[in-house]
């Protein structure tokens, strides 16, 4: 059974780091890219993050660029997503994704495979 379970979400003040993992189970995790999306209360899901399979490459949306860092570790089958310097609009549910696509496919979240149950990052003074 494929799964993506995530782990790290909470409370925190703006300005704070906060760090999501995912660990995936029951795919050949090196086949796959992997991602981040996030979904604001009313609105569309949106990528955060997305990186290559071997993750030798990465993307990111200009609301992120600069504070958000995506990794995985292959051995362990996990990836990562280093959020800095959090803003309120940073809040929403963070999910992970896993696809054997990588590309611009990833900016739509219909075209993803793979989601996690998500996990809950709140910024709020």
């Known amino acids: 059974q494929v799964q993506l379970a995530e782990a790290g979400g909470g409370l925190v003040q703006p300005g704070a780091s906060v760090r999501l993992s995912c660990a995936a189970s029951?795919?050949?995790?090196?086949?796959?890219?992997m991602g981040w999306f996030r979904q604001a209360p009313g609105k569309d899901r949106e990528l955060a993050a997305v990186i290559s399979w071997t993750g030798d490459s990465t993307y990111y949306p200009d609301s992120v660029k600069g504070r958000f860092t995506i990794s995985r570790d292959n051995a362990k089958a996990m990836v990562f997503l280093q959020m800095n310097d959090l803003n309120p609009e940073d809040t929403g549910v963070y999910y992970c994704a896993a696809d054997r696509a990588y590309g611009g496919s990833w900016l739509s979240a219909k075209n993803v495979e793979i989601w996690g149950q998500g996990t809950q990052v709140t910024v709020s003074a």
């Open positions: 029951g795919l050949t995790f090196s086949r796959y890219s």
